[in-house]
């Protein structure tokens, strides 16, 4: 196993100012002194032998030591220089901070509870070579007071879609434990796979914990398990093995939340035990994102044998894990099957429950009564904030930050783990020349970026921000390497967030300790992201004209373009200003650093330039502020939208579109289009139609044309349609293009009767 000890080897000189020494989580407060503490066969490492709690973390730092120089540290050794561990009371640094001074005779590392104690070693750590050496071992002069911005500090890996060996979670754990994060979320059960053996259903590994394999075959397009067929691919832990990893966790201060996801995401319970859904009928495991039209994947809550079964998993698991937390999951249940189940009609006339939300919301209520009643607290996703919340759940927000913004101002709980930007399985560069990801865009700069502490919040609301998590969902991930690359570098820049004062981050600054750390991975043979050398284009107006800003997270980078199409290098056109868009053409551009040109592929950016380019546009109902895109002039920047849902696309929820836009001075026209996004799985839906209208004077309308929809509600597939509307050539000075909402989803959709979205972009004029 690979022993993770994410360090900087630096030269230090005896008789000078240390190097800038590159800590990850940055210090609340460091102030490097002259000279350096050199650690030799003669060094002790002093405790108070009576502090029993303590023995772990000197047990690991001196292995540590031994590791990388061969040298054993003694234990109260009355000769050479001292490392001190003490415990006693510092009001400021609180129950994770910790004090720590460096100088040349001695190290003293001072914390109110052994965990500050620990995360000082974490820091001493950082500043000492990785590998076997014969160098001194010199730890810079140094004062540092530190502790963490927020208590929840987390990152999740999904062992359901990919099973992973404990190997490789002792890897993830190592990692975790280097960067000072506390939590690590294990999420256990989903529709492809139960990870966690139950003795009292032996099922549930026994089949559940398998499914045919369909590696090599895009996990959109991987067919459910046929009966007969050999169910090779999967994997379980048993108890022993995860009391083992939870032990192993806990020395190095991670508590390990255990998620199994229930109502739905149950399909491989269901698989093991199908009296557990609504049918109770026999179905095969589901490999991928391919689900038969009549599959099952929610638990039939109207049974109690359902809730006999979670409640015997529940107490097996609550004897392997101590964490206070266990995570129900409750996110994205198909609900339509309750609807005609009579169990759960019954439940619901008995307890006078008015809708499924209700009824999911009596399920989640129940089973954190259960978990009260055992000294637990129950987190799940913000889908459990549908039909009243639990009364002392806490909140996990996935779906952006409404969830938790509205359980922050119901005194909740809650934890921020928006998908932009806290999704570690979407694309960090590229995605050209990047592995598969499941998609959108989360790079470095965008997590570094990230507050947790929304602004809706007030400063009382702001105390039930927990703190932050990544997410690390594994469709498209099967192997350790491919774990790591997508959480390196990103979990380093989430560490930051989480830990260090808003005040004292900055981007460049920690990006160059970044660079530092690579070199460490390079030497540990980790597999890492070098850096999103992608281009952004930022489009703007002025006077009415369209113009772009060409950006790069990369600091100090310089950007080169071309218009004509050919391929830019260092010696096309160095961008140094906005550029105008005068017409319709292409802009492609590479990073420059250091003289090489660092982007696998060129970014590029088509515009089109029409009549309204650049102009301003009026709504009567404004889009969603979830999908402003570009901001609120996006249906008129030039840039079209593509199939990536969270770029360039208005958002309406249950509202039509209605867009006004004033000219310059009179036009004639004779053609409008817009282009608008379906996605059925996403409750986005194709408008019913769009119509144009023209005024003289922006009251007076009148209708030039009307085109309806000729796409069902129900298409599951991914398109990109343009209504366009041709007329006769008509003066005019405004121009209103509205297109008619869908109002709610279809019956049989998941999101039956609730409101739909429509997104719009680029309004094209001519």
Same mark, same amino acid.
């Given at each position: 196993?690979?022993?993770?000890?994410?360090?900087?080897?630096?030269?230090?000189?005896?008789?000078?100012?240390?190097?800038?020494?590159?800590?990850?989580? +940055?210090?609340?407060?460091?102030?490097?002194?002259?000279?350096?503490?050199?650690?030799?066969?003669?060094?002790?490492?002093?405790?108070?032998?009576?502090?029993?709690?303590?023995?772990?973390?000197?047990?690991?730092?001196?292995?540590?030591?031994?590791?990388?120089?061969?040298?054993?540290?003694?234990?109260?050794?009355?000769?050479? +220089?001292?490392?001190?561990?003490?415990?006693?009371?510092?009001?400021?640094?609180?129950?994770?901070?910790?004090?720590?001074?460096?100088? &040349?005779?001695?190290?003293?590392?001072?914390?109110?509870?052994?965990?500050?104690?620990?995360?000082?070693?974490?820091?001493?750590?950082?500043? %000492?070579?990785?590998?076997?050496?014969?160098?001194?071992?010199?730890?810079?002069?140094?004062?540092?007071?530190?502790?963490?911005? #927020?208590?929840?500090?987390?990152?999740?890996?999904?062992?359901?879609?990919?099973?992973?060996?404990?190997?490789?979670?002792?890897?993830?754990?190592?990692?975790?434990?280097?960067?000072?994060?506390?939590?690590? $979320?294990?999420?256990?059960?989903?529709?492809?796979?139960?990870? %966690?053996?139950?003795?009292?259903?032996?099922? %549930?590994?026994?089949?559940?914990?398998?499914?045919?394999?369909?590696?090599?075959?895009?996990?959109?397009?991987?067919?459910?398990?046929?009966?007969?067929?050999?169910? @090779?691919?999967?994997?379980?832990?048993?108890?022993?093995?995860?009391?083992?990893?939870?032990?192993?966790?806990?020395?190095?201060?991670?508590?390990?939340?255990?998620?199994?996801?229930?109502?739905?995401?149950?399909?491989?319970?269901?698989?093991?035990?199908?009296?557990?859904?609504?049918?109770?009928?026999?179905?095969?495991?589901?490999?991928?994102?391919?689900?038969?039209?009549?599959?099952?994947?929610?638990?039939?809550?109207?049974?109690?044998?359902?809730?006999?079964?979670?409640?015997?998993?529940?107490?097996?698991?609550?004897?392997? #894990?101590?964490?206070?937390?266990?995570?129900?999951?409750?996110?994205?249940?198909?609900?339509?099957?309750?609807?005609?189940?009579?169990?759960?009609?019954?439940?619901?006339?008995?307890?006078?429950?008015?809708?499924?939300?209700?009824?999911?919301?009596?399920?989640?209520?129940?089973?954190?009564?259960?978990?009260?009643?055992?000294?637990?607290?129950?987190?799940?996703?913000?889908?459990?904030?549908?039909?009243?919340?639990?009364?002392?759940?806490?909140?996990?927000?996935?779906?952006?930050?409404?969830?938790?913004?509205?359980?922050?101002?119901? $005194?909740?709980?809650?934890?921020?783990?928006?998908?932009?930007?806290?999704?570690?399985? $979407?694309?960090?560069?590229? &995605?050209?020349?990047?592995?598969?990801? #499941?998609?959108?865009?989360? @790079?470095?700069?965008?997590?570094?970026?990230?507050?947790?502490?929304?602004?809706?919040?007030?400063?009382?609301?702001?105390?039930?921000?927990?703190?932050?998590?990544?997410?690390?969902?594994?469709?498209?991930?099967?192997?350790?390497?491919?774990?790591?690359?997508?959480?390196?570098?990103?979990?380093?820049?989430?560490?930051?967030?989480?830990?260090?004062?808003?005040?004292?981050?900055?981007?460049?600054?920690?990006?160059?300790?970044?660079?530092?750390?690579?070199?460490?991975?390079?030497?540990?043979?980790?597999?890492?992201?070098?850096?999103?050398?992608?281009?952004?284009?930022?489009?703007?107006?002025?006077?009415?004209?369209?113009?772009?800003?060409?950006?790069?997270?990369?600091?100090?980078?310089?950007?080169?373009?071309?218009?004509?199409?050919?391929? &830019?290098?260092?010696?096309?056109?160095?961008?140094?200003?906005?550029?105008?868009?005068?017409?319709?053409?292409?802009?492609?551009?590479?990073?420059?650093?250091?003289?090489?040109?660092?982007?696998?592929?060129?970014?590029?950016?088509?515009?089109?330039?029409?009549?309204?380019?650049?102009?301003?546009?009026?709504?009567?109902?404004?889009?969603?502020?979830?999908?402003?895109?570009?901001?609120?002039?996006?249906?008129?920047?030039?840039?079209?939208?593509?199939?990536?849902?969270?770029?360039?696309?208005?958002?309406?929820?249950?509202?039509?579109?209605?867009?006004?836009?004033?000219?310059?001075?009179?036009?004639?026209?004779?053609?409008?289009?817009?282009?608008?996004?379906?996605?059925?799985?996403?409750?986005?839906?194709?408008?019913?139609?769009?119509?144009?209208?023209?005024?003289?004077?922006?009251?007076? #309308?009148?209708?030039?044309?009307?085109?309806?929809?000729?796409?069902?509600?129900?298409?599951?597939?991914?398109?990109?349609?343009?209504?366009?509307?041709?007329?006769?050539?008509?003066?005019?000075?405004?121009?209103?293009?509205?297109?008619?909402?869908?109002?709610?989803?279809?019956?049989? $959709?998941?999101?039956?009767?609730?409101?739909?979205?429509?997104?719009?972009?680029?309004?094209?004029?001519?």
């Amino acid at each position: 196993m690979k022993k993770i000890f994410l360090i900087l080897f630096l030269s230090f000189s005896l008789h000078s100012i240390a190097q800038p020494v590159a800590i990850i989580p +940055k210090p609340v407060k460091m102030e490097l002194k002259e000279g350096s503490f050199t650690i030799d066969r003669n060094t002790s490492l002093e405790f108070d032998s009576k502090l029993s709690n303590l023995r772990n973390t000197v047990s690991f730092f001196s292995n540590f030591v031994n590791d990388v120089s061969g040298i054993r540290l003694h234990q109260h050794w009355k000769n050479g +220089k001292k490392i001190y561990l003490k415990i006693r009371k510092e009001k400021v640094i609180g129950d994770e901070g910790y004090l720590l001074s460096v100088t &040349p005779q001695s190290i003293v590392i001072t914390a109110n509870d052994p965990k500050g104690i620990f995360y000082g070693i974490q820091t001493l750590i950082q500043t %000492l070579p990785k590998e076997r050496t014969n160098a001194a071992l010199q730890i810079p002069s140094m004062e540092i007071t530190d502790y963490p911005r #927020f208590q929840w500090r987390g990152m999740h890996l999904d062992v359901s879609r990919h099973f992973f060996t404990p190997n490789t979670i002792r890897m993830y754990i190592d990692l975790l434990s280097a960067y000072k994060f506390n939590t690590f $979320h294990w999420h256990l059960s989903d529709d492809q796979g139960w990870r %966690l053996e139950i003795k009292k259903y032996p099922k %549930l590994t026994s089949v559940g914990a398998w499914r045919a394999d369909r590696r090599g075959i895009l996990w959109s397009q991987s067919q459910p398990t046929q009966p007969g067929e050999p169910t @090779t691919y999967g994997g379980f832990y048993t108890q022993e093995q995860a009391r083992e990893i939870v032990r192993y966790a806990a020395e190095r201060n991670i508590t390990i939340v255990p998620e199994f996801d229930v109502p739905g995401h149950s399909a491989a319970a269901i698989t093991a035990y199908p009296f557990l859904s609504c049918s109770g009928k026999q179905q095969t495991m589901i490999t991928g994102g391919i689900y038969p039209k009549d599959y099952e994947s929610t638990l039939d809550v109207g049974k109690d044998s359902v809730y006999t079964f979670l409640e015997n998993v529940l107490t097996e698991v609550m004897k392997i #894990f101590p964490s206070k937390y266990i995570h129900i999951g409750g996110d994205e249940v198909d609900k339509s099957p309750w609807a005609k189940d009579s169990a759960c009609q019954r439940l619901m006339r008995k307890e006078n429950l008015k809708d499924l939300d209700e009824l999911q919301s009596y399920f989640i209520r129940r089973m954190e009564k259960f978990l009260n009643a055992h000294g637990k607290k129950l987190i799940g996703w913000d889908e459990i904030l549908e039909g009243g919340v639990a009364p002392e759940a806490t909140v996990m927000s996935w779906r952006g930050e409404s969830g938790g913004i509205a359980a922050a101002k119901q $005194h909740h709980y809650v934890v921020m783990t928006p998908g932009e930007p806290l999704y570690f399985d $979407h694309y960090q560069a590229g &995605p050209e020349g990047e592995p598969l990801a #499941f998609g959108g865009m989360n @790079t470095l700069k965008m997590v570094y970026d990230y507050n947790p502490v929304p602004k809706e919040l007030s400063p009382d609301e702001a105390k039930y921000i927990l703190g932050a998590q990544a997410n690390l969902w594994a469709e498209m991930i099967q192997s350790e390497t491919h774990v790591e690359y997508m959480i390196l570098p990103r979990m380093l820049a989430l560490a930051e967030t989480d830990w260090t004062p808003l005040p004292e981050k900055n981007y460049d600054d920690f990006y160059n300790r970044v660079q530092q750390k690579f070199r460490e991975f390079d030497q540990e043979g980790l597999t890492y992201c070098e850096g999103n050398f992608n281009v952004t284009f930022v489009p703007g107006s002025r006077n009415g004209k369209l113009n772009v800003t060409l950006q790069s997270e990369i600091p100090g980078a310089q950007i080169y373009y071309t218009t004509d199409g050919s391929y &830019p290098g260092a010696g096309s056109i160095l961008y140094n200003g906005s550029v105008n868009i005068d017409s319709s053409m292409k802009i492609r551009a590479v990073v420059v650093q250091n003289g090489i040109v660092k982007s696998k592929v060129p970014s590029q950016q088509s515009f089109v330039v029409d009549k309204v380019s650049g102009l301003n546009v009026n709504y009567q109902f404004p889009p969603s502020t979830q999908y402003m895109a570009n901001g609120i002039n996006s249906l008129t920047d030039g840039i079209r939208g593509t199939l990536a849902v969270n770029k360039y696309w208005h958002g309406f929820a249950g509202n039509d579109m209605i867009a006004t836009i004033e000219l310059p001075e009179t036009e004639t026209i004779h053609e409008v289009s817009a282009g608008f996004l379906q996605r059925y799985s996403d409750w986005i839906f194709l408008p019913q139609w769009m119509k144009v209208e023209v005024s003289d004077d922006g009251q007076n #309308f009148h209708e030039a044309g009307k085109v309806k929809n000729d796409i069902s509600p129900e298409e599951m597939q991914l398109l990109i349609k343009d209504f366009k509307i041709d007329f006769s050539s008509v003066p005019c000075r405004y121009i209103r293009v509205t297109a008619k909402n869908l109002g709610v989803c279809p019956p049989g $959709h998941p999101g039956e009767g609730k409101p739909a979205w429509l997104f719009a972009d680029e309004i094209v004029v001519y």
